[in-house]
Each structure stands twice: as structure tokens, then as C-alpha cells.
T-cell receptor
Framework: GENVEQHPSTLSVQEGDSAVIKCTYSDSASNYFPWYKQELGKRPQLIIDIRSNVGEKKDQRIAVTLNKTAKHFSLHITETQPEDSAVYFCAATGYSSASKIIFGSGTRLSIRP | GAGVSQTPSNKVTEKGKYVELRCDPISGHTALYWYRQSLGQGPEFLIYFQGTGAADDSGLPNDRFFAVRPEGSVSTLKIQRTERGDSAVYLC???????????????FGEGSRLTVL
């Protein structure tokens, strides 16, 4: 079945700098890659997603890139702000079971003032 | 309701007891998912419903775990003979359509924190 690896597990960046979180997936048939943000004690919420027919997608300060050949995708946050501090999860669908979303283990992002 | 509702928010039980966790999805959402999240880990897939039927239950750890969605709305996750290792936050999520047809965004509930003593 699908397996998603996520790195790093923790990341600390200076406010205003960029943060990059990377994920790899195992099922080459996966076609949908969402990213979720979970603030302390809160529920995960979708922040951005990308489908396999595009290589990059941007939404203000966040962007996601996808390399299907290498089976990896990344989240980029620019001009980081204190409210970006949270745990971020990447995820991928296993195409053979179209709607089962498999999550990575998460990255705890801390923004230093 | 406005969002996904899960009850109870907290459940403390003794080893060997039976527990039920309830999820009330967003009205009109056909897909419903159960995940388990341990401290410092990502959500671990348990089971997915499309309507009343379990489309994929491959994540259920063993036969002590069972879930139902009899009318295609509210779902109940049932755990028999609980073990200490079952302690975790159980998250429910719903979406309007399967991923391959629509945005696929999952709307999560606040979770049910289960503690098995």
C-alpha cells in the first residue's frame, strides 16, 4: 500500500525566512497530494493541495511542488510569520483505493521572533 | 451542523472494556473517514465509508475494531476489549465527494481522546 515519508520532523526558522518541508511517496499511481496544518490542540485543516497533472501551485506565501518521476513533493512557506508555527502534514492518495488518504508523520515548524 | 462533530471529546476507560465513539459529519458529505493519531504522529488511516458501505477498512488494526454508518450519515467506531495501546486521539473527517471526483478536502472533527488505563 501507499507509504508517505516526511522530513524534517522538526524545523525552526527565523521570522521572515523561508521554510521547506519535503515528502516522498511510494505508490506511483497516486494522483492527489494535500497538505494539512494542525495548530496545537486543534483539528488538521487543508492549506493547499496539488494534483498530478501540474508541477507547482502557489497560494500567497505558500507553494507546493511535485516531481512525479522522483515521487516527491514539497511545501514552501516564504516570509514566515509567528502564526505559521504549527505541525504540517503531507498526504497522498493510493490510486488503487481512490479515496484513502495516507498522511506523513508531520513536521513541527517553529518560527523564531 | 456547521462542522464535523465528535463525541465524546474525552473518554477514559479500563483495559478490557468496550467503547463507542461517534461522528456526525457535515450534512451532505457522502464520504466519512476514521483516523487514529498518537502523540507526535500523523493521522493513521483506519476506515473509509462512501455512503453506508465501508469502501476500505484496511487500516483497522484487528478484529477488536469495527465501524458502522447505517444511514449514510452518523458513524460509530466500536472498540472491544480495549488495550492500553488503543490510547490515542480518534479523528473523524468527512468530504463531499471522493478525491478523484472533486477537491477531496477532508473536514476534520475535534477528535475523541481515548485513554485506556
Amino acid at each position: 500500500g501507499e507509504n508517505v515519508e516526511q522530513h524534517p520532523s522538526t524545523l525552526s526558522v527565523q521570522e521572515g525566512d523561508s521554510a521547506v518541508i519535503k515528502c516522498t511517496y511510494s505508490d506511483s499511481a497516486s494522483n492527489y497530494f494535500p497538505w494539512y496544518k494542525q495548530e496545537l490542540g486543534k483539528r488538521p485543516q487543508l492549506i493547499i493541495d496539488i494534483r498530478s497533472n501540474v508541477g507547482e501551485k502557489k497560494d500567497q506565501r505558500i507553494a507546493v511542488t511535485l516531481n512525479k518521476t522522483a515521487k516527491h513533493f514539497s511545501l514552501h512557506i516564504t516570509e514566515t510569520q509567528p502564526e505559521d508555527s504549527a505541525v504540517y502534514f503531507c498526504a497522498a492518495t493510493g490510486y488503487s483505493s481512490a479515496s484513502k488518504i495516507i498522511f506523513g508523520s508531520g513536521t513541527r515548524l517553529s518560527i523564531r521572533p | 451542523g456547521a462542522g464535523v462533530s465528535q463525541t465524546p471529546s474525552n473518554k477514559v476507560t479500563e483495559k478490557g472494556k468496550y467503547v463507542e465513539l461517534r461522528c456526525d459529519p457535515i450534512s451532505g458529505h457522502t464520504a466519512l473517514y476514521w483516523y487514529r493519531q498518537s502523540l507526535g504522529q500523523g493521522p493513521e488511516f483506519l476506515i473509509y465509508f462512501q455512503g453506508t458501505g465501508a469502501a476500505d477498512d484496511s487500516g483497522l488494526p484487528n478484529d477488536r475494531f469495527f465501524a458502522v454508518r447505517p444511514e449514510g450519515s452518523v458513524s460509530t467506531l466500536k472498540i472491544q476489549r480495549t488495550e492500553r495501546g488503543d490510547s490515542a486521539v480518534y479523528l473523524c473527517a468527512s468530504s463531499f465527494n471522493p478525491i478523484n471526483l472533486n477537491t477531496g478536502e477532508l473536514f476534520f472533527g475535534e477528535g475523541s481522546r481515548l485513554t485506556v488505563l
